[in-house]
């Protein structure tokens, strides 16, 4: 069993589904409401469990009925917590978003700012299973740790750069940055994706990716670029795509697949996530994904 260690937050997420545009200053009745795991590392674990990896994670839970209520949760979907802690005197993070007809979502989240940001009380060793690990820019201290670990070990180290990360030696400390257009923008100054995706290799270890949804996956791989595409679905909710997508592409890089192996992995789980209402509660199973992909040749 492939184990990747995830670093990073836990949320739950109050998913309101609308019949309509959503139009700003106005009451709106949502025709479905949902209870549901969120937070990118939280999602990219489920979508890990789900493909029949060994999910670790590594997050800071509020001491609170929220906190006690997500744990019970991601254990019931057989990821492992015990790297995990419940901070005192804090409340777990929560989201209220808003699903529109056509898939998109509008989301508003509370952080408390409480949470302790040094990871001090992380450990000094990855688990001995550990194959790959993920970060990303909601708790950069810990995810530069878990980076700094990965590269001792020689293993793959992934960053979601779904937005412009505070600390930047984490581009440099993954082995994989893979921004979306909006956080890659925001980092780069630059509206075109090719010239901020080769600033962004510049700054790496040569490897670079940024998702565009359904426009897929742009990499730079050393002197290669390239473009994988997404598999078209009928979207009916986008939210923890990206999540999902970070979550299979670690997953199947330590695995052993090569990069753009897992990058066609990981579109094909996004993409089946996508076509799902609830968030990451719609990731696919290792099954789902590989009939997806047996697809990719048939244009």
């Not at 019949?19 to 937070?39: D, F, N, T, Y």
């Not at 997050?59 to 979907?77: C, I, N, Q, S, V």
């Not at 810990?142 to 979601?160: M, S, W």
């Not at 909006?182 to 040569?206: F, I, M, V």
Request: charge should be negative; aromatic fraction near 6%; glycine fraction near 12%.
């Amino acid at each position: 069993m492939t184990a990747v260690v995830s670093i990073g937050i836990v949320v739950l997420d109050e998913v309101f589904s609308i019949p309509e545009p959503l139009r700003p200053g106005e009451k709106h009745r949502a025709a479905a409401l949902q209870s549901v795991i969120g937070g990118n590392a939280a999602n990219a674990s489920l979508a890990i469990a789900r493909l029949g990896g060994l999910a670790r994670l590594i997050a800071r839970f509020g001491d609170d009925e929220t906190g006690r209520l997500l744990r019970t949760r991601l254990k019931g979907e057989g990821l492992d917590l015990s790297g995990s802690a419940a901070i005192p005197d804090t409340r777990t993070s929560r989201s209220a978003i808003v699903i529109e007809p056509d898939g998109s979502r509008t989301i508003v989240n509370h952080f408390d700012p409480a949470m302790p940001e040094q990871p001090d009380w992380l450990p000094r060793n990855l688990p001995e299973d550990a194959a790959a690990v993920l970060g990303d820019t909601r708790w950069e201290h810990g995810a530069t740790h878990l980076f700094r670990l990965a590269r001792a070990r020689g293993i793959p180290a992934v960053f979601d750069g779904d937005r412009k990360p505070t600390d930047e030696s984490l581009i440099s400390l993954a082995t994989h940055p893979v921004f979306s257009a909006q956080g890659l923008r925001e980092w780069s100054g630059e509206d075109d994706l090719a010239a901020g995706l080769h600033r962004l290799a510049a700054k790496g270890s040569g490897f670079a990716a940024v998702t565009d949804g359904a426009n897929g996956v742009y990499f730079v791989a050393g002197e290669a670029s390239g473009h994988v595409p997404a598999f078209p679905v009928r979207v009916v909710d986008t939210l923890g795509a990206g999540d999902v997508w970070h979550g299979a592409f670690a997953f199947a890089l330590g695995e052993g697949q090569d990069a753009i192996s897992a990058m066609w992995f990981a579109n094909a789980a996004a993409a089946i996530k996508c076509s799902r209402a609830g968030g990451a509660s719609g990731a696919p199973v290792r099954a789902e994904v590989e009939t997806v992909l047996a697809t990719r040749g048939s244009g």
